[in-house]
């Protein structure tokens, strides 16, 4: 099951932590954007192309202490095809090095749509009589308020492929209470829509005990995030909000159950961006910047489990 997978790397590399390569051009060293500029011009190609060097080197440097990536799709998209290419590049290479991939889409629809995206983010395709596979990340972050049809094509090819998703329940951004915390009948709908992952994940259940359908729950919410944890026993989180969001280590702990498990904890801009914020860190050492910055990250976290 896809979800045990990312258990047992977190496990082997006691390290409960994913890494979210959401980049722009600016996070890369200027020294990166310059050869990209030379080759193609000041073009989107330029841009894919820093990109995808960046994300290689903080991958290399990673990949033996980060179990999991996150690419956050959006920051491809804006690059146009170029972009896009550069993502599925970057999901490649990742995999390449034995990593866990989340593609983090909130892809949401239903019926064909929806089983057009889950065939494009986590399954296969045909062409002409031959599978192919566009996009091939481990799992997928998905919004899950059109309901159990715009779930269950994922779910299928969860059973079918060793996929996982993660569904939006209480996200970290400020505004999230405007619909997240109002309530159905005498629950909020994040307790809601955490209850139906229980039901939606109920016949996929691994070894670890959890699911193939796990929450997003942000750590900027750290009650919502304990309450929820004893809520939903078989549901995983991705927990977004560590670092810039302002989410601290001892609140995300509240994740975790009794063995230390059911989570993994992002950070995105902290890591990417170390490079600018360390102090005598020269734009060549970007990528152990990344290193240390993702070293001190596990550890501030493990300390609480």
Same mark, same amino acid.
């Given at each position: 099951?896809?979800?045990?997978?990312?258990? %047992?790397?977190?496990?082997?590399?006691?390290?409960?932590?994913?890494?979210?390569?959401?980049?722009?051009?600016?996070?890369?060293?200027?020294?990166?954007?310059?050869?990209?500029?030379?080759?193609?011009?000041?073009?989107?190609?330029?841009?894919?192309?820093?990109?995808?060097?960046?994300?290689?080197?903080?991958?290399?440097?990673?990949?033996?202490?980060?179990?999991?990536?996150?690419?956050?799709?959006?920051?491809?998209?804006?690059?146009?095809?170029? %972009?896009?290419?550069?993502?599925?590049?970057?999901?490649?290479?990742?995999?390449?090095?034995?990593?866990?991939?989340?593609?983090?889409?909130?892809?949401?629809?239903?019926?064909?749509?929806?089983?057009?995206?889950?065939?494009?983010?986590?399954?296969?395709?045909?062409? %002409?009589?031959?599978?192919?596979?566009?996009?091939?990340?481990?799992?997928?972050?998905?919004?899950?308020?059109? %309901?159990?049809?715009?779930?269950?094509?994922?779910?299928?090819?969860?059973?079918?492929?060793?996929?996982?998703?993660?569904?939006?329940?209480?996200?970290?951004?400020?505004?999230?209470?405007?619909?997240?915390?109002?309530?159905?009948?005498?629950?909020?709908?994040?307790?809601?829509?955490?209850?139906?992952?229980?039901?939606?994940?109920?016949?996929?259940?691994?070894?670890?005990?959890?699911?193939?359908?796990?929450?997003?729950?942000?750590?900027?919410? &750290?009650?919502?995030?304990?309450?929820?944890?004893?809520?939903? &026993?078989?549901?995983?989180?991705?927990?977004?909000?560590?670092?810039?969001?302002?989410?601290?280590?001892?609140?995300?702990?509240?994740?975790?159950?009794?063995?230390?498990?059911?989570?993994?904890?992002?950070?995105?801009?902290?890591?990417?961006?170390?490079?600018?914020?360390?102090?005598?860190?020269?734009?060549?050492?970007?990528?152990?910047?990344?290193?240390?910055?993702?070293?001190?990250?596990?550890?501030?976290?493990?300390?609480?489990?």
């Amino acid at each position: 099951m896809s979800l045990d997978r990312l258990l %047992g790397r977190i496990d082997e590399m006691h390290n409960p932590s994913v890494a979210g390569l959401d980049p722009k051009l600016e996070y890369v060293p200027r020294f990166l954007q310059d050869a990209a500029f030379v080759k193609y011009g000041h073009t989107l190609e330029a841009a894919a192309a820093a990109i995808l060097e960046f994300n290689k080197a903080l991958i290399d440097v990673l990949c033996d202490i980060v179990p999991a990536i996150k690419p956050q799709a959006a920051y491809y998209e804006m690059y146009g095809w170029a %972009g896009v290419r550069t993502l599925v590049e970057t999901i490649r290479y990742a995999k390449g090095k034995g990593m866990f991939v989340i593609t983090d889409g909130k892809r949401n629809d239903i019926g064909a749509t929806m089983s057009a995206y889950a065939a494009a983010h986590l399954g296969t395709v045909d062409v %002409g009589g031959v599978t192919a596979e566009p996009f091939g990340a481990d799992a997928l972050t998905v919004n899950g308020y059109l %309901g159990t049809d715009g779930i269950q094509p994922l779910l299928d090819i969860c059973e079918k492929l060793d996929k996982g998703i993660f569904v939006l329940a209480k996200t970290s951004n400020p505004s999230s209470g405007e619909l997240q915390d109002q309530k159905i009948g005498d629950k909020p709908v994040y307790e809601v829509m955490g209850e139906m992952c229980e039901t939606w994940g109920s016949a996929q259940i691994g070894a670890y005990g959890y699911s193939t359908v796990g929450a997003v729950v942000g750590a900027t919410y &750290p009650e919502q995030l304990k309450e929820l944890r004893e809520k939903l &026993p078989h549901t995983m989180f991705l927990v977004p909000g560590y670092g810039a969001q302002g989410g601290g280590a001892k609140g995300v702990a509240a994740a975790f159950d009794g063995n230390g498990r059911g989570a993994i904890v992002n950070s995105s801009r902290a890591i990417m961006c170390a490079w600018k914020k360390e102090a005598g860190c020269s734009e060549a050492d970007f990528a152990q910047a990344a290193r240390r910055e993702a070293i001190r990250m596990r550890d501030d976290i493990t300390s609480y489990l």
